[in-house]
Each structure stands twice: as structure tokens, then as C-alpha cells.
């Protein structure tokens, strides 16, 4: 059997060559790492706005809770008479409450009062679900940057059907 040679022969690049793919290796991993800080601060922003709310509807021992009555709604908040549970608190002729949580006119409701406010948050799984919303877009919004930016399908998909279940079931909820 004769000896074959098959060796192979290397072909050596230019100097210019090499550069330019490790600048475009280097603009790869930089696209990726900006996208990744991109998600970041939309998911970091959701749960920052979300916690500002979510924070009374979750946390509600100690806080004074009740029962509103919805009565009149204007603009963006329903207010209505609030009646305190269990001697938490005293009652109010006017409480104010977000109208996307706010129940129909004539309506009562379970609400949580901010501290030292007569804005109120409802509670319970509606209350601690409509809190949540902001994270839910963020996590939309996040899917998508995701997606696009990072090549990541499959954490995207369940980034985004995660925000798309959390705002179903808080519209479900109220």
C-alpha cells in the first residue's frame, strides 16, 4: 500500500484579514452585551414601578384595609366611602382609587390605604395581579429585545408568554 500524502496545507490570512474578524467578533459580543443591559433595565424599570403598588396590595399586614364603595369616577381615579375592616382604621367620607382597578359604579371593593394618603390600592389576588402589570409589559417588551438583540428564541418565548399570562390573568381577575 502506497503512502498517500495527504497533508494539508495551511493557508496563512493577512495581517488585515484577522483584524477585521476579530472587530467584527468584538461588535458581536458588544451588540449581545448591549442588548442583554437593554433587557435588564426594561425588566429592572417594570418591577421598580411595579413594587410601588405592588408593595401595599402584598404586604398588608399593619396597613389600614377596607372596604370602598365605589361612587363617582373622573378622569383616571373612582373614589367613593371607605369603611375600615376590624377596627384598622377610622372611617372616610372619600377614598380614591385607580380606575383600571376599580370595580362598576355601586360597587365594593377590598383596598388597602397608602400611609398618610386617601389614595387607595386594592387587595387581595386582583389587587396583588393589576400591581404586577408594569412587569408584565416589561417582560413583553423585554421578549422582544431579546429576540431580536440576542438571538435567545426560546428564553424570548418564555419571557413573553410569561408577561402574556401575567396580563391575562390580571385581566381575568378584575
Known amino acids: 500500500m502506497p503512502k498517500s500524502s495527504s497533508r494539508t496545507r495551511s493557508v496563512r490570512r493577512s495581517r488585515w484579514r484577522r483584524l477585521g474578524e476579530s472587530a467584527y467578533g468584538v461588535v458581536l459580543v458588544a451588540r449581545t452585551g448591549l442588548m442583554g443591559l437593554l433587557a435588564l433595565l426594561l425588566l429592572v424599570a417594570g418591577v421598580w414601578t411595579s413594587w410601588s403598588t405592588a408593595k401595599y396590595a402584598m404586604l398588608v399586614k399593619g396597613r389600614e384595609r377596607g372596604v370602598l364603595t365605589v361612587s363617582a369616577c373622573a378622569g383616571e381615579r373612582c373614589s367613593g366611602p371607605y369603611v375600615p375592616v376590624a377596627g384598622t382604621g377610622r372611617p372616610r367620607a372619600r377614598v380614591s382609587i385607580a380606575q383600571a382597578a376599580a370595580p362598576e359604579k355601586g360597587e365594593r371593593v377590598e383596598v ?16 396583588v395581579l393589576h400591581a404586577w402589570v408594569p412587569f408584565a409589559g416589561a417582560l413583553l417588551l423585554a421578549a422582544l429585545v431579546v429576540a431580536g438583540g440576542m438571538r435567545l428564541r426560546r428564553t424570548a418565548w418564555g419571557m413573553g408568554l410569561l408577561g402574556a399570562a401575567l396580563l391575562g390573568a390580571a385581566f381575568a381577575a378584575m
Open 112 to 127: 388597602v390605604l397608602k400611609p398618610g394618603t386617601s389614595r387607595a390600592v386594592r387587595a387581595g389576588a386582583a389587587g
